[in-house]
């Protein structure tokens, strides 16, 4: 099965990927303007290039919503995480990572602008994998306090970089979180945290799981859904 890239101007980077347990065609848009095609064996590419063609209406909808929702980095931007502190450096030719105890510098070549998609992507990279590692050392000790003090039991935890949703919890009680979790105030990831501590007991989102939920968040449940909202799985 022969994997397709093809840039169209206006739309952007497109990834056509035919897939054989695909029954229809599916489109996923994300940061950098690049959309993805799954389409099933019996479709040709160039029913696939239509069927994107026709939604680029839709497409540009999308990239304007991760646009609005995805900042751009520059040597004006520090961001301070669980562990460390970011900065953006413009020096030297090459790009490169830097860090000094709880300081971390991205560095990017004094030719560029901040602003470069290359630059941009390199930038998310680099915060995506801090994320990452943060999420692995704050997570799992997070997770096991609040299952304690709550007499929640688990299975295992999986930590992912996920767009579609902050965290889930499987029909065996294993837990996922996402690794995003960690540009989140702390009230906030505790409360995904018990979201799904929840799900162990209460598989479906009825009147009883939001009752179990506002027991042990002080009837805050739906006031911090409602903040969570603010926030997206897009934004790195």
Same mark, same amino acid.
């Given at each position: 099965m022969t994997v397709k890239v093809v840039n169209i101007i206006? %739309?952007?980077e497109v990834t056509f990927k035919p897939n054989s347990r695909s029954k229809g065609i599916? /489109?996923?848009?994300?940061?950098?303007?690049?959309?993805?095609?799954?389409y099933p064996l019996y479709v040709?590419?160039?029913?696939?290039?239509?069927?994107?063609e026709q939604?680029?209406?839709?497409?540009?909808n999308q990239q304007q919503?991760? !646009?609005?929702?995805?900042? !751009?980095?520059? !040597?004006?931007?520090?961001?301070?995480?669980?562990?460390?502190?970011?900065?953006?450096?413009?020096?030297?030719?090459?790009?490169?990572?830097?860090? @000094?105890? !709880? @300081? %971390?510098? %991205?560095v990017f070549p004094d030719t560029d602008l901040p602003g470069d998609q290359k630059t941009q992507q390199f930038f998310q990279r680099v915060l995506t994998e801090i994320y990452r590692r943060e999420a692995k050392q704050y997570l799992p000790h997070r997770l096991s306090d609040l299952a304690g003090q709550n007499g929640f039991h688990y299975g295992n935890?999986?930590?992912? +970089? +996920?767009?579609?949703n902050w965290g889930s919890c499987s029909g065996h009680n294993n837990i996922s979180l996402n690794l995003n979790? /960690?540009?989140?105030p702390d009230h906030l990831i505790d409360y995904i945290i018990l979201h799904e501590l929840v799900h162990t007991r209460v598989k479906n989102h009825s009147p009883l799981f939001w009752k179990n939920l506002d027991g042990i968040t002080g009837d805050q449940a739906h006031k911090l859904a409602a903040e969570l909202k603010k926030h997206s799985t897009y934004t790195i």
């Amino acid at each position: 099965m022969t994997v397709k890239v093809v840039n169209i101007i206006s %739309i952007g980077e497109v990834t056509f990927k035919p897939n054989s347990r695909s029954k229809g065609i599916r /489109m996923s848009v994300r940061a950098g303007r690049k959309i993805l095609v799954s389409y099933p064996l019996y479709v040709s590419y160039r029913e696939a290039a239509r069927f994107v063609e026709q939604h680029a209406d839709w497409i540009a909808n999308q990239q304007q919503k991760i !646009e609005k929702i995805t900042p !751009e980095y520059s !040597e004006d931007t520090a961001i301070q995480t669980h562990f460390h502190k970011i900065t953006f450096l413009r020096a030297g030719e090459k790009f490169a990572v830097r860090q @000094n105890h !709880e @300081n %971390i510098e %991205i560095v990017f070549p004094d030719t560029d602008l901040p602003g470069d998609q290359k630059t941009q992507q390199f930038f998310q990279r680099v915060l995506t994998e801090i994320y990452r590692r943060e999420a692995k050392q704050y997570l799992p000790h997070r997770l096991s306090d609040l299952a304690g003090q709550n007499g929640f039991h688990y299975g295992n935890l999986t930590i992912r +970089n +996920n767009r579609t949703n902050w965290g889930s919890c499987s029909g065996h009680n294993n837990i996922s979180l996402n690794l995003n979790l /960690m540009k989140l105030p702390d009230h906030l990831i505790d409360y995904i945290i018990l979201h799904e501590l929840v799900h162990t007991r209460v598989k479906n989102h009825s009147p009883l799981f939001w009752k179990n939920l506002d027991g042990i968040t002080g009837d805050q449940a739906h006031k911090l859904a409602a903040e969570l909202k603010k926030h997206s799985t897009y934004t790195i």
